[in-house]
């Protein structure tokens, strides 16, 4: 854990600024609860923020923690490689560019009904399109895209 956050520490030293994922398009306003995983900066947050989402976001780095300022953001500090996120508490989670197999397979059950899952990877990180399909099952397909993996899909019933 120590030299991974050293690692998000030294590249965001020098980075104040990152464009939104446009697959934020793809959500709802809703005041409901947004988890971000791995949300750097905090830019994809603050547009849920703006659709009228409660957000925490959780990120290793401590210097990209330190240069959110909106208040409103809920921000936890910590490695996420042995998180459990709660079940059935968010309207929609994000996992956008941060890979972490353990915690893919805990969002279908973390999601409430209806909740919205935003996922990308960068191409590092292959995932087999049919192992994701089937962890995602009850879900709808509201976007998809093999390269970049790209994924927005909101659950139905129960996982």
């Known amino acids: 854990m120590f030299y991974e956050k050293l690692k998000w520490n030294k590249k965001y030293l020098n980075i104040n600024y990152k464009k939104p994922s446009p697959l934020l398009d793809f959500i709802p306003n809703s005041n409901g609860k947004a988890l971000d995983l791995g949300g750097g900066l905090g830019q994809n947050s603050e547009i849920l923020l703006s659709k009228g989402y409660n957000v925490t976001l959780i990120d290793i780095s401590d210097i990209a923690i ?7 953001i809920f921000k936890i500090c910590l490695d996420l490689d042995n998180y459990t996120i709660e079940p059935n ?4 989670i994000l996992k956008l560019k941060y890979f972490n197999f353990n915690l893919l397979k805990q969002i ?3 999601l409430k009904e209806n909740g919205y899952f935003v996922f990308e990877t960068i191409d590092k990180y292959q995932i087999d399109k049919d192992y994701f399909f089937e962890l995602f099952k009850n879900f709808d397909i ?3 895209n093999q ?3 790209q994924f927005v ?7």
């Open 142 to 144: 509201i976007h998809f």
């Open 66 to 72: 330190s240069k959110i300022k909106n208040p409103k």
């Open 89 to 92: 508490k968010f309207d929609v």
């Open 153 to 159: 899909g909101v659950k139905r019933g129960c996982n």
């Open 147 to 149: 390269k970049p993996f």
């Open 108 to 110: 279908p059950k973390a």
